[in-house]
């Protein structure tokens, strides 16, 4: 069974930075293209970046030089390091699977809030 965890969420100052991670179990993570989402309040989910097993990691305009996503596949998991946060950067944040696998049904994310 595929399972995702996201962590490292919380509340911080406009400019602050925050290290998202999220855990995969269930899946050949180490060929897995992963793919970070946020969703802000009245707004649709947005794809923030692409980490594929190798290959360019794909950015979002909204977050290009600002966010660095990787992963370390001897843990299964896949990082978002968030710098110069802006207010509308906040939002949850979520992980999910791409290719080979079936992106799954969205868990509960991480919350990110950005104080202005």
């Known amino acids: 069974q595929v399972q995702l965890v996201e962590s490292g969420g919380g509340l911080v100052q406009a400019g602050g930075s925050l290290r998202l991670s999220c855990v995969a179990s269930g899946i050949n993570f180490r060929i897995t293209t992963m793919g970070w989402y946020r969703q802000a309040p009245g707004k649709q989910r947005e794809l923030v970046a692409t980490?594929?097993?190798?290959?360019?990691?794909y950015y979002a305009d909204a977050v290009k030089g600002r966010f660095t996503a990787s992963r370390d596949n001897a843990k299964n998991t896949v990082y978002l390091q968030m710098n110069s946060l802006k207010p509308e950067d906040s939002a949850v944040y979520f992980c999910?699977?791409?290719?080979?696998?079936?992106?799954?049904?969205w868990g509960q994310g991480t919350r990110v809030t950005v104080s202005s």
């Open positions: 980490i594929p097993g190798t290959g360019t990691i």
């Open positions: 999910n699977v791409d290719w080979p696998y079936t992106p799954l049904s």
